[in-house]
């Protein structure tokens, strides 16, 4: 597995892995050994950058990545993140933001008692919280920095405003957002905010939250409890819609000998040396499959070609709805 560079010194391999749906938001969680073996499996095959956070679950997914990887702590790059408010007396994720330094610094301790490591490598603000100074949420990381609890600080979904003025008080390591084929939205002036400033770029939903694999289309059934099933993005109708998009990418994977999301994802590696996608998936195949598109190789014309035709076909509905979109930045 090739490394890639996130910031000016934190090196992981050019595809991480996410690991939110082995606990949470894709219906009915898999069986914890069964991905305790794959999260190992993973650091087998190359892979060194996991994440997780204290949201997913809740708790439960960094209680999982730690125990899963304690026996390879020094080869791999652990994220996590803070900034959802949680009631401790039912574990329960509340609609609020809570980016305060205090409750940052007290997410921080408890995800490293579930994480069993002595430094978080990547701290993350999971989303802005409108009633709490970026600087302050900047300096509360600095803080945990300097004494050796966290050793880089990133955010997500964050405004280039906020990632400037975040940066001028404690550097940005990387920035999370979603970006794919489907979810251009970083192009412009976040990536060209992130190169001037030497800032990483973490994908997340590389693969459209599945999508883009080409593994389902209109007539798919979501569990109840798949958080999909409430995103304008997946309703039937959009899926019909979206169909073209991985039409698409299979007509190019069928010239390639790959699949459609080995396609999206060597596209994604492609844009930029310091963009990291993290597809996560519960199937050791996938996790084969996702690998595979590190070795994929696209030209300049097939690369021109695929962003093109993507843009000119669109993409049919909203990724979140709209009282979600409020909260987390669309």
């Not at 009915?28 to 956070?53: C, H, N, Q, S």
């Not at 412009?188 to 973490?202: C, P, R």
């Not at 590190?294 to 709805?321: K, N, W």
Request: proline fraction near 6%; include cysteine; aromatic fraction near 6%.
């Amino acid at each position: 597995m090739q490394t890639r560079t996130l910031g000016t010194r934190l090196n992981v391999s050019a595809l991480g892995l996410g690991c939110m749906g082995m606990t949470f938001a894709y219906g009915v969680p898999p069986d914890r050994g069964e991905m305790i073996a794959l999260l190992r499996t993973a650091v087998e095959r190359g892979v060194t950058f996991f994440d997780t956070a204290e949201v997913y679950g809740p708790f439960n997914n960094e209680v999982l990545v730690g125990e899963a990887l304690a026996p390879v702590r020094d080869q791999v790059v652990i994220a996590t993140k803070f900034g959802f408010r949680i009631d401790p007396d039912t574990n329960a994720r509340l609609a609020g933001l809570d980016s305060r330094p205090a409750h940052v610094k007290e997410v921080a301790e408890a995800s490293l008692r579930r994480l069993k490591v002595d430094a978080i490598d990547l701290l993350y603000q999971h989303r802005v919280d409108p009633d709490v100074p970026i600087e302050d949420v900047a300096g509360a990381v600095k803080d945990l920095i300097q004494q050796g609890k966290v050793k880089h600080f990133g955010l997500s979904e964050a405004s280039v405003p906020t990632i400037r003025r975040a940066h001028a008080v404690q550097p940005v390591t990387a920035v999370q957002n979603e970006y794919s084929l489907w979810t251009r939205d970083p192009e412009g002036e976040l990536l060209s905010t992130l190169e001037a400033l030497g800032i990483g770029l973490v994908a997340y939903s590389p693969l459209g939250r599945g999508f883009l694999t080409g593994t389902m289309d209109a007539r798919t059934a979501f569990e109840p409890n798949d958080f999909r099933s409430g995103l304008p993005r997946f309703t039937p109708e959009a899926r019909a819609a979206n169909q073209a998009l991985v039409d698409l990418l299979r007509a190019l994977a069928e010239q390639k000998q790959a699949t459609p999301g080995q396609v999206a994802l060597a596209w994604l590696l492609a844009q930029k040396p310091w963009i990291v996608p993290i597809p996560g998936t519960t199937k050791r195949h996938r996790l084969d499959e996702n690998i595979g598109a590190t070795a994929l190789a696209l030209s300049a014309g097939e690369l021109a070609e695929l962003a093109r035709a993507a843009a000119q076909i669109g993409v049919h509905g909203a990724r979140y709805p709209e009282h979600l979109a409020r909260m987390i930045g669309g």
